[in-house]
């Protein structure tokens, strides 16, 4: 399985934390299990990003960009579809949907890379509309984002957003009109076009019987009526199925959920913020401190875990609905970058990497105290008698080298490196946190996170490791307040010595 690509700058990185969740989101609708959509959402994130950076896009909005590209989360979404057809080509097929094998096998599929003028209409009217009016058009309608935060994210004026989205709603109405109109179609069908359109105009419009059970019958039509209807509510379902496809409409549902969650959040850390007031007391720092860090985690743990619960499939019991919730944790992408916050130590860079670094500097985190005691040693009993040893001596044939290899806002990415003087057949390396991380996402091991305690265990291909030989795995992780390098260090139980 490949790894990530590495942010190439820092808009790039913001890009990567904004459009991952979107990718994991649709790959989990696509497959079997939490694990195989990681993969597939591996595969699609690097394949689509490789797209969308010889289209020359940097940001989500696109500069440079003209119309014929997508914007890039449905670019991203299009290349989940894709590498599943690969995997559906190649022998892997066992590990989708089985619904969606059916699809991809049925001319349905064929029409998104067939000739263009027999592709939705959803799709040819986005692509023709220019990178910045199509961007907004889908964040605003179908990852269901507040236009405040859509103005945020493509540099627009907030007073202004409701009316050019208005705008833009428009103008993709009129690109579906003009598709509809160059779609091949039988008689019937064209005579019918121009009535279509009048008819759709208007929310007060009656649709005449016979159009009416025109569009019962002819789903070429209905899918225009879709798009060129901007009253009713039908536009976000038109965009997502149109574009995405197969799953569009359980994508779409997933996205508004998810959204909600994440609004609901936002809005009492809005209102404090508003009042001008401290967060925290001076005598109650510490208790109010740790709420709201339990608190943030609850709350993108539940965004995620709504982004990821099944609507509108047809999943049967082997489907990722009841055994591998704790996966999809394990899943959750870092949060988008943020504002940054006033830390103990220096500004945090903002550049993430998605993938660890062959060449990365050893840096350890700046944030937080001094670490007050030793890893691998424990506080003992001082004065005339003697000392008193609370935990077992680290095993010097087991050392661990721990790499904060890059650090933004509110996440960071780390790699692990174990060396070992015994041969392993199998291995499980845990940690301790210190401040409250949580890890994301890791690769070369399936992680388990309680608490403040971690374990990585060994994927199936890296379980065996020679004798005074290394392993090594990578992850991200969110932080909040401080970033100190973990401590405690097992390796099978038994505590290992840090480099």
């Given at each position: 399985m490949p790894d990530l690509?590495?942010?190439?700058d820092a808009t790039e990185a913001a890009l990567f934390s904004e459009c991952w969740d979107a990718v994991l989101s649709y790959a989990d609708l696509c497959t079997s299990g939490s694990l195989t959509a990681h993969q597939l959402a591996t595969e699609a994130f690097t394949l689509?990003?490789?797209e969308v950076r010889a289209a020359g896009a940097t940001s989500v909005r696109g500069p440079g960009r003209r119309a014929g590209r997508l914007p890039v989360i449905p670019e991203l979404l299009t290349a989940v579809r894709s590498t599943a057809a690969n995997w559906e080509a190649d022998g892997r097929g066992h590990k989708l949907d089985p619904d969606l094998r059916l699809w991809l096998n049925s001319g349905q599929a064929a029409r998104y890379g067939g000739p263009p003028l027999r592709r939705p209409v959803a799709l040819r009217g986005l692509r023709d509309l220019q990178d910045a009016d199509a961007s907004l058009l889908w964040l605003a309608e179908v990852e269901a984002l507040p236009l405040p935060t859509v103005a945020r994210r493509l540099a627009l004026d907030p007073a202004t957003v409701t009316e050019e989205l208005d705008q833009v709603r428009g103008l993709f109405r009129e690109r579906c009109h003009r598709a509809h109109l160059d779609s091949p179609m039988d008689a019937q069908c064209r005579s019918y076009a121009g009535l279509l359109d009048a008819v759709s105009r208007s929310a007060a419009a009656d649709t005449p019987g016979d159009l009416s059970r025109h569009l019962a019958t002819c789903a070429q039509c209905a899918e225009a009526a879709a798009c060129l209807r901007l009253h009713g509510g039908s536009l976000p379902a038109a965009l997502a199925g149109g574009v995405i496809g197969w799953g569009g409409l359980a994508y779409l549902e997933r996205r508004r959920r998810a959204a909600e969650v994440r609004l609901a959040g936002v809005r009492p850390r809005a209102a404090e913020a508003d009042t001008g007031e401290p967060e925290e007391g001076a005598g109650r720092t510490r208790v109010l401190r740790g709420g709201l860090l339990a608190a943030a985690v609850l709350l993108s743990a539940l965004a995620l875990g709504v982004s990821m619960m099944p609507f509108g499939d047809?999943?049967?019991?082997?489907?990722p609905g009841d055994d591998t919730a704790a996966v999809r944790d394990e899943s959750r992408p870092v949060a988008a970058p943020g504002t940054s916050r006033t830390t103990a130590g220096p500004t945090p860079s903002r550049t993430p990497s998605a993938t660890p670094s062959a060449t990365a500097t050893?840096?350890?985190?700046?944030?937080?105290?001094?670490d007050p005691e030793p890893q691998g040693t424990s506080s003992g009993t001082t004065g005339t008698g003697p000392s008193r040893t609370t935990a077992p001596a680290p095993d010097p044939a087991c050392r661990v080298a721990y790499d904060l290899v890059n650090q933004w806002a509110d996440g960071f990415q780390s790699t692990v490196t174990v060396s070992t003087g015994e041969a392993?057949?199998?291995?499980?390396?845990?940690?301790t946190f210190r401040d409250g991380q949580q890890v994301g996402q890791m690769w070369d091991a399936t992680v388990e996170q309680n608490g403040s305690r971690v374990t990585a265990t060994a994927a199936p291909y890296d379980k065996t490791v020679a004798a005074h030989g290394t392993l090594s795995f990578g992850f991200l992780a969110s932080w909040q307040g401080g970033n100190r390098a973990p401590n405690h260090f097992t390796l099978n139980g038994k505590p290992c010595a840090t480099s």
């Open positions: 690509p590495t942010p190439q689509g990003m490789r047809s999943r049967g019991p082997d489907g050893r840096t350890r985190p700046a944030h937080g105290n001094p392993l057949t199998d291995w499980q390396v845990g940690w």
